[in-house]
């Protein structure tokens, strides 16, 4: 019994030891990824429980993300282990934009993808308060995405992060995937950015994106600026937070590092300001550093944060 | 127009920067590898021409390859680029048994598993002395395999490494299609084991096994022992040379640098003693490195090598 | 409820990135260590649940314990978190002598050394099977050694390890300390040495030790020999196993996965001929890597390596 | 015969190799620091002498210690080899502020703290221009501050760096204890900050400050003032210097760094503009590496740094 | 037959792993390079083909550099191997200048320098578009220099770069050498900066610099103002580029990036302002890692970061 | 005033991170090194002072020789800075023989080769016991040769090892110059090999070489026979030991440590066994890493090092 559960693939990441074109890079650190997983990771440092629904190989690299998740404090007793191979991805960093990062996934068929309604368990589901996907999970295969539907048809509650990935679908299938859950399913939180949104709704302007989403059930709106910052939207109030200027090592993960703290403290009674800036806090930790979830503060360490940045 | 050509795989080799489960592994070293791409290098090493007939993807890990090959002297004017992805590979090395590796790919459905006949061009094959290849080639998919009988098929003489890979088949599947190439080709030189040769022909012992494939229309025959050596057969002489005590960092590509420096000493007409006394030389050099190839000598330094360890 | 119970001191390890004198050496790495968590760890390997009674600092490094532990699959809610600093120690190699190691410890009034009665849970010791510590855990302070007594009064049954670190305590206190608890309880597996029973019998002889240990209700005893390889006693019955010849790369840790892997098979009615051939893998595995336990076989990995060494 | 006598703990630095939570960092960098030896190697690189009074562990801590002073060319020769051990700290850096560090010591009861009286040899002080010492070594141990007493009783001219430390001791102690030192002795040089001006006087303000130390004796006053740069007061003039922006490693050192090129400056009749100026400079070299000394710049140096950055 | 035609010493870099003064780094790592060199690369990365005339040492680095240039698509066949050693430099990063770069060479006698008129064949020029070389390639020899005149005399067109290296000759003899060839050769594209024209002209203003530039002949100035961007002189018309804000690591390389884009894109018909957009995006990507010229982009990779940079 | 003055060239070492090839090696350490130097520091493990005569060049390599030679003990007070540059010099390492080392040198026209008569201060040997040279300083430049030999004439004792480094003289011109100085000075102890003594005598053989060194006025003669171990002749006595067997990493400077340990032990009137037997153990342990003298031993580790192989 937790308080949210999460449905996604947990992913081994390779990140270049050093930045540029991978065929110049010798050496590689892994981290252990994946949008929800990091997700949880950011419930977990905003003292909720957590657990995650997923597949993972029989190998080491399977091993590997259930021995971390559960270092983590992650529930990983709905991890199961399946007979593919786990799902990896490689970081090129820099390289052809300075600050920004390039994905390279050995995903398809994997362990991850086999995810299926039956791995679904009612009784988890119905005991949790939350459940969190992300629109990766609904492209990696249809069973995953049929996992998601199930898990959503038995929730109490929902959040939902499009997070669009090109490489994995097209944006057509995304567009009619994606709008066929938020039109089927209350979403307590959507998480999204102007690219996604763009896509869904052929609109960017966050004003706009918010009355659409709303319009579609949505109730609070959770709109990623990038290195602008962020905007949220509840009940008509609107709260923004710029981003900090921090040097900039690997922008991979800052988004679910902001949506699971941002989702967690809502979660808690917290306003959507509040969340909001603890979101930042989170997400501008992440870009410090290769790795995703690692730098994803406690609530307390975001406060020692904010208290700096005041001064 | 080369001296060899060889149908294969590239791959990328991820090897564990320290020994032991990959999931306590936390940096990887990148090195370029593959079976007959190692082969290549011993040839050239040894003073041939070689060029590679193969497919790698349309991203930097294929560019990779091909930047390093080129580097390192193989023709690549036959390596086509394929909108699949680059095969890859990681080393866990030492465990569970101290100066052993395992591999484990991540090659299904590659570029390189797209090789096909139309990939072969007659015209390369028949201005060649040799063409080379392996059991992993005709493992790795259908048209792989055909693209490797349409090359033995035109080609003026034929070096095989049988290298039965129970990961990417089962001994049944191996047996049927190895002992079909043999049948139907007479090989030059057949490099295989103990353990390849168990499957094949249900025997290990050496002399019976040369018998054996004598029978099948091998000519000679290189017959690796692992840690104790190797021996060669040819017109009834045989050559037994022990292997050298190194300090064993990955034994990975040993093998390979010891078929290609055999194959391409005895094609300069080298006689078995010599050909096998240099590839007991560059296999033992091989194992004390990660990276399958960059160690392999050239004769002038085997022999350096060999006056040293005769001393 | 877990199966073995394990009262002892994690540590953090900072393991010397080239071997040498430490005053050269530039960089350190990480570990998780502590004798009684690679028991535990060790154990569970080996398929048996394990819990471990310690205290740990409210720190970096005591949460990175409690992670690594969790991760590992100990049960850690018998870690307790106290005010005081987590233990470290760091590992000089291979000086003054080659494939030696050398401990440097960061301990004294640590959190680890704070173990007391207090933190022993009767019913978690009861509903144990057995109750592990080490002649480490009475070194390091009184109360330490008052809740291994504790431990020890309630256990159903025990292992000691005697570990005699003549850094920690005098060669009298550790006599007069250890064989107090040998003659007040009954050790169903005594793992030891010749170095320590000549402290503690003032004879080396293993025959005449387990005669000796015997006498003061040892049921097994384990007689670790170095690199020589260990001896095993039970019953009137005797087993000797050599040691692999590995490369040796750090030695530490080796004892105590032996010491483990044994307990744990034997505990589970596997012959101490098989519980030591087990015992003696671990610790081979182990020497041949920096850290002490992620090296520690699964009995199927064990296998493995028995299989390519009796080759 | 020295220049300037310094007395304090030097201290083993392992720098996180990451950034992050030290318990996700798994290489760590030694250096050779502690506040007094960083003001030491200030004081050499701008052409003055200077030797340290100390005590080291008579372990390879304390011999790496000697061995890098004696390098750098401070006076090795009232170092003290004491029984106990050398004090270590760990350096977390960038969490959770960004560009922040965190320091974690093991120093308690170390040789370093050992430190007193008897260690300050009269004619070593007498012969020497000025003798420099900091709040920390105040707050180590009581015989460390009687050690700092008995030299500043004997001293010619001192300066003095408040530096202090929350985990070394409390507030009310350091404020008692430093105000005592600055009612008692006619300080030269006071190095301080608004942060423990506010524990000392109450205050913040620069200008206040400087009238409030100047009626307890202060000669000149460098006050620091972190990312804004510093200000320096001598006599009725003021100067200011900002700070230059450069990428941050690590902030640890900088103030030392910045100390003792001032004070040795100064000491040689440079204006407090010009001094000030040269110590902006060495801080910002020193903040952008990982090390606390080994970026301190000669004058010349700096010279070099300031040509480039005004043009 | 190659488009361009470059001639120059390639060299071995070593560049330090960490900022700081070369005695407190401990590892350096090798990148190859030379002003050329890196030239040609932007050339092929920009669709044209380049073969380099040079000389490179017998030895493991001179093979390093054969093979690497190969890899990168350079035509080797005009490398010469020489009987002395190949020229190696090292880099110190950071000190005393933050962001800025200090070269140590050991050139002086090297094979590069051994470059003679005989190395240049007379076909090989002829048949290529423009012949491209620099100042320091006059600098390092009168053979070498020599070569240039040579090649210029049969030229068809002509690039240029001043690259006046203090350490190599002095301002007068490098004023002297370079008006010489530019009075007596029309130069198409001119690349140089106010620290060389200083040198050269007295002067360093751009718009008077392209004026005595133009009347020596030379056609097209490309003019780089460091950190504050390039401005580019055709025909009567100007263009200026701002240089983009990126985090430095090592800014050596950058000039030739954007020389070699420059000319490269120039020749093949497009604009100044085109050429100089995309020269300046190459010297961004280049300062941001070490190494000279594995982040030069191609055009598209080029348009992908102007993109971004344009949002 | 030191117990012994030896003359030679400090270099820079750059190892290969990772053996093979260097063209394969991608990361370099840096120590400091150069036979005599070697030497000098373990005469001070071994409990005698010494000084080295030398000039470094004007640069951070010359910093670095002079620094690190401070740390370890040597009086640098006769190391003279010159304009030149400091020597340097490469270690490829295990390839084309494993656990064999090459040297390549960039070192002509060094800082180092400038030693002349003038930098040998009369009164500074002549206080002195002992005065070392080697072969190499001999065949580094005339110069070098005439301040050995101007040494050598004040000195009231010698001791030499003939170090014919082939890449810097020939055999003839080696013969020709050690003959000479053997002839003309008295050798207290004559460090040799095999290989040096074919060259110089025409013979191998230890017995026969004591015979003929005595007969040219040695009076002591340390043979060494690489992975054999050594001998030792002194007045008709005769000593051997055998190596031990470790891993090898670098055997560069093991030669070195033997001789300055065996000297040094032997000039404080211990016996060649004595002597020899930890010379023996010092270049043992040197072959175990990177880098020539780290691991050079006091004798009381010496001794650890002999219980323990005792055992």
Chains 1, 2, 3, 4, 5, 6 share one sequence.
């Not at 529930?75 to 199961?80: G, L, R, S």
């Not at 799902?87 to 991850?112: C, D, H, N, T, V």
């Not at 399913?185 to 009355?211: H, M, N, S, W």
Request: one cysteine or more; charged letters at 25%.
């Amino acid at each position: 019994m937790v308080d949210i559960v999460a449905l996604g693939e947990p992913l081994i990441q390779f990140n270049s030891f050093t930045p540029g074109p991978l065929r110049f890079v010798n050496y590689f650190e892994k981290h252990i990824a994946g949008s929800e997983l990091n997700f949880c990771i950011a419930v977990i440092r905003n003292h909720l429980t957590c657990g995650i629904i997923a597949r993972v190989g029989n190998d080491e690299f399977g091993r590997n993300i259930i021995e971390y998740s559960r270092a983590q404090g992650i529930d990983t007793t709905h991890i199961k282990i399946d007979d593919s191979f786990t799902g990896i991805y490689f970081i090129q960093r820099g390289y052809p934009i300075p600050m920004k990062s390039e994905l390279i996934y050995y995903r398809k068929g994997s362990a991850g993808s086999k995810l299926s309604p039956e791995d679904v368990d009612e009784s988890y589901i119905k005991s949790s308060k939350l459940v969190h996907s992300t629109g990766i999970t609904l492209a990696i295969s249809d069973s995953a995405k049929d996992a998601v539907i199930k898990a959503f048809e038995l929730a109490r509650s929902r959040s939902f992060d499009t997070n669009i990935r090109p490489k994995l679908w097209s944006a057509e299938k995304a567009k009619e995937t994606i709008l066929g859950i938020l039109r089927k399913y209350d979403i307590e939180v959507l998480i999204t950015d102007p690219d996604d949104t763009k896509i869904l709704l052929g609109i960017t302007d966050p004003d706009e994106a918010y009355r659409k989403y709303k319009e579609l059930g949505v109730n609070v709106l959770l709109y990623k600026l990038g290195a602008r910052g962020a905007v949220a939207y509840h009940d008509g109030t609107k709260a923004f937070k710029e981003a900090y200027k921090v040097p900039v090592e690997d922008p991979t993960g800052a988004g679910d590092a902001m949506a699971g703290t941002f989702v967690s403290l809502y979660l808690q009674g917290k306003s959507i300001e509040y969340s909001l800036e603890h979101g930042i806090v989170a997400s501008t930790l992440v870009i410090t550093v290769r790795g995703d979830n690692e730098m994803t503060p406690t609530p307390e360490d975001a406060d020692r944060f904010l208290n700096e940045f005041k001064t």
